[in-house]
């Protein structure tokens, strides 16, 4: 694994979707492949489902395996500033417009690389 320079962006998104059926979840993997790729200081992707029947987690009492999404998107920015433009930027805003419809709920976790 390599290591990230501080100040790298960590940017997860978590979808609830109204419709989760196949055709729905492929149909908003697919826009998010699209329209949430290739912005300048973007240093990685991943489109995700969620991980079923896992239960590794169950080992300890303390640990919860938070399990209320259907989608995950994460991307990783080389600095605030790349990712402050990513959420400007008109083909993110596609993104929102074109399936926010289809979301019950969103959850947004951002985390950095510290110095």
């Not at 999404?69 to 994460?74: A, I």
């Not at 959420?87 to 959850?107: G, P, Y």
Request: aromatic residues 8%; neutral net charge.
């Amino acid at each position: 694994m390599t290591k990230e320079k501080p100040g790298t962006i960590h940017h997860s998104i978590y979808i609830l979707m109204k419709d989760a059926s196949a055709e729905a979840i492929e149909r908003q993997l697919q826009l998010g492949r699209e329209l949430l790729t290739g912005h300048p200081g973007q240093a990685g992707f991943s489109a995700t489902v969620l991980a079923t029947g896992l239960v590794r987690h169950q080992q300890v009492p303390y640990l919860q395996n938070y399990t209320a999404f259907t989608v995950s998107f994460h991307a990783i920015w080389e600095d605030a500033a790349a990712h402050d433009r990513y959420q400007t930027s008109d083909r993110h805003k596609r993104f929102i417009a074109q399936s926010n419809s289809n979301w019950e709920r969103l959850i947004v976790l951002d985390s950095v690389v510290p110095e």
